[in-house]
């Protein structure tokens, strides 16, 4: 029962997001400034680490290509189809849930416990549409972020295996233009627009109806990860199944 009345509050509170707009020139401020630190303020640490696991993709690959009659060009198309399907938009969103997630329950949740949520009822505006809305809209740009995660995820991979000595330039290449279905970048960006949408409600949801102190706020970050990583492991089995399948 308290599952089903998370779910229950959790859905209106997307519906009252929606209701009694903040004005338009306060919006886009806040907007601008969600943009900066939700999707510009992560490019550093996601492709940092989506250089280095595309290249631990090609090299695993390499390793396991025992076979002389295999040839070498699996290592590139092994590291596009790694990159592109699951590692860019799932594992980065993962990623994205312990340092946007809590990033965002832990600044909705400091406002409701300095009762700055409060004041901004007294005065008339609707919290939920002035907090939360913004962020809904910068996470629209999260498959620009994941864009770029999979051409650096790409590019680390072929650095590794051409300066590695693992494979040539060519073989590579051509590994990377084998069976190529531009399908799978609507599937992938189909899922980081969903997983956008998770990334900036359940935080959020965590955040806004948190009661306590200072210590709650903490414990509802570590909540809202748990379950933010859930729902976007949920999703993209439910999307992998309906778009793939």
């Not at 695993?60 to 009659?69: G, R, V, Y």
């Not at 994941?146 to 000595?165: D, E, H, Q, R, T």
């Not at 706020?217 to 309906?242: D, R």
Request: aromatic content about 12%.
């Amino acid at each position: 029962m308290r599952f089903f009345r998370h779910i229950g509050r959790y859905t209106i509170m997307l519906f009252n997001v929606f209701r009694q707009p903040t004005k338009a020139i306060v919006l886009k401020e806040l907007i601008l400034k969600e943009i900066d630190d939700l999707i510009i303020g992560s490019l550093g640490i996601t492709a940092f680490i989506s250089l280095f696991m595309g290249a631990v993709v090609a090299l695993q690959t390499s390793l396991n290509l025992d076979n002389p009659l295999i040839p070498k060009s699996l290592i590139g198309f092994a590291t596009r189809q790694s990159i592109i399907l699951e590692f860019a938009p799932t594992f980065i969103s993962v990623i994205m849930a312990g340092k946007v997630g809590s990033y965002i329950t832990s600044s909705i949740g400091s406002m409701r416990v300095t009762e700055q949520i409060d004041a901004l009822e007294v005065m008339g505006i609707n919290p939920l549409n002035y907090l939360i809305f913004p962020k809904i809209i910068a996470l629209l740009f999260y498959p620009f972020l994941i864009a770029i995660i999979m051409f650096v995820g790409i590019g680390g991979g072929y650095l590794a295996s051409v300066y590695g000595n693992l494979v040539s330039s060519e073989d590579f290449i051509v590994g990377l233009q084998d069976n190529f279905i531009p399908w799978h970048i609507g599937y992938a960006f189909i899922k980081t627009m969903v997983f956008g949408l998770i990334l900036a409600t359940i935080p959020s949801y965590h955040g806004y109806y948190m009661e306590g102190g200072a210590l709650e706020v903490g414990k509802a970050s570590t909540t809202s990860f748990v379950w933010t990583c859930v729902a976007i492991i949920i999703a993209n089995y439910i999307l992998t199944q309906l778009l793939l399948s």
